[in-house]
């Protein structure tokens, strides 16, 4: 893959403000999660904000102070857009499961159904942010297989978060011996992100 400048104007306005909101949101009082919509909301957004934090800070960290020149690449978008969507797929299905599993270990939630509902709801709702049709529909299919497997007393604690993370490394469109060189760096920088999101849930989660 060529490697290319990143340019901060490259960024859509849409994912700006998932990033500023996010940050602004840290500082506020966080509510507790009390039901299903309250942790549709949550999966959503904090899906939304590991995945581009971790994939805008690993472009911006592997290309230097030149990411601020001005460079269109048409093809470059392109890649960046993809590697969004096919990063947050899976970032939402990890949370999904963590979040269920944690729910029916620790609060005997034996409703795990609506993980698939929520899921769903999700991937149905972006589709007015521009999320691709086959986006979807690979995020349906791999949900269901990941749904067949799943250990429901054991997921929340065995690694959930490696799926996205391993995600991350595969889509960022970043030349691919550069990437090798960067391999453990970009794991721990989405695994990082994602304890902050289980400490938080942790908290806030009432069920």
Do not use: C
């Not at 797929?89 to 963590?98: G, H, P, R």
């Amino acid at each position: 893959m060529l490697k290319y400048k990143f340019n901060l104007k490259d960024i859509s306005l849409a994912d700006f403000k998932v990033y500023l909101g996010a940050m602004f949101k840290a500082v506020l009082p966080k509510s507790k999660l009390r039901n299903l919509d309250d942790l549709k909301k949550f999966i959503q957004e904090k899906s939304a904000w590991v995945t581009q934090v971790t994939l805008y800070n690993y472009l911006k960290t592997r290309m230097g102070t030149r990411y601020v020149l001005h460079f269109d690449n048409e093809e470059f978008l392109s890649s960046i857009n993809k590697a969004k969507w096919n990063i947050y797929f899976v970032a939402l299905q990890d949370l999904t499961f963590y979040s269920f599993s944690y729910l029916n270990y620790f609060f005997k939630y034996e409703d795990i159904a609506k993980s698939k509902m929520i899921y769903e709801e999700i991937l149905h709702d972006e589709l007015k942010n521009g999320m691709p049709d086959d986006i979807i529909a690979k995020g349906k299919a791999t949900f269901d297989k990941r749904l067949e497997e799943i250990d429901w007393k054991k997921y929340f604690s065995s690694l959930p978060f490696n799926k996205s993370a391993l995600a991350l490394y595969e889509w960022a469109p970043i030349a691919e011996e550069l990437k090798t060189l960067d391999r453990k760096i970009v794991l721990n920088s989405m695994i990082l992100k994602w304890d902050n999101i289980k400490e938080e849930f942790e908290k806030r989660i009432n069920f």
